[in-house]
T-cell receptor, first 113, second 113 residues
Framework: AQSVAQPEDQVNVAEGNPLTVKCTYSVSGNPYLFWYVQYPNRGLQFLLKYITGDNLVKGSYGFEAEFNKSQTSFHLKKPSALVSDSALYFCAVRPTGNTPLVFGKGTRLSVIA | DAGVIQSPRHEVTEMGQEVTLRCKPISGHDYLFWYRQTMMRGLELLIYFNNNVPIDDSGMPEDRFSAKMPNASFSTLKIQPSEPRDSAVYFC???????????FGPGTRLLVL
């Protein structure tokens, strides 16, 4: 079965420090991978996606993610965290074909000033 | 572009009442998704449509839930009768075939007393 795991419910980081939000996936074939962010009382916003090509994907607000096929991971990173990055982050995978996204449970990121 | 529009944004009702949530997808998008988000269960896919036709409703929790898409620009999710355990945030999302990104509405926060 297709699945996505976000092993951390909560990540705390000091402002200005690098941040990493982890995601691993289990899917047959070549997956499409996504990160979404949800700010309080808002819908999910698309951050970035990996379809094919360069394993390092750059997205909105200075975020990037690295696709690692051997480790089946797609970790979200940012070199220098901002307090405004505090939000709920979702990793998602779309198995090949016209199938819906499968979302992880989300990781709450808190950036402390 | 106005994005995905959902109404109402907030709904408070009493157990046993009928609740209707509404969604207007992004113009031209041919996929529409309904999700439910709770603290306990995270983000769950309830049902999705392609070209107004329901493709997979296996996520609909019970017969009390029903969804329709009478045309390309409108969909409803109905709960009848509502129960306190239906309290959640309900999201609608849309996407375009061949473009993998789903775009989410702001959600409807439902509270059933």
């Amino acid at each position: 079965a297709q699945s996505v795991a976000q092993p951390e419910d909560q990540v705390n980081v000091a402002e200005g420090n690098p941040l990493t939000v982890k995601c691993t996936y289990s899917v047959s074939g070549n997956p499409y991978l996504f990160w979404y962010v949800q700010y309080p009382n808002r819908g999910l916003q698309f951050l970035l996606k990996y379809i094919t090509g360069d394993n390092l994907v750059k997205g909105s607000y200075g975020f990037e993610a690295e696709f690692n096929k051997s480790q089946t991971s797609f970790h979200l990173k940012k070199p220098s965290a901002l307090v405004s990055d505090s939000a709920l982050y979702f990793c998602a995978v779309r198995p090949t074909g016209n199938t819906p996204l499968v979302f992880g449970k989300g990781t709450r990121l808190s950036v402390i000033a | 572009d106005a994005g995905v529009i959902q109404s109402p944004r907030h709904e408070v009702t009493e157990m046993g009442q009928e609740v209707t949530l509404r969604c207007k997808p992004i113009s031209g998008h041919d996929y529409l998704f309904w999700y439910r988000q709770t603290m306990m269960r995270g983000l769950e896919l309830l049902i999705y449509f392609n070209n107004n036709v329901p493709i997979d409703d296996s996520g609909m929790p019970e017969d009390r839930f029903s969804a329709k898409m009478p045309n390309a620009s409108f969909s409803t999710l109905k709960i009848q009768p509502s129960e306190p355990r239906d309290s959640a945030v309900y999201f609608c999302a849309s996407s375009l075939l061949g473009q993998e990104t789903q775009y989410f509405g702001p959600g409807t926060r439902l509270l059933v007393l």
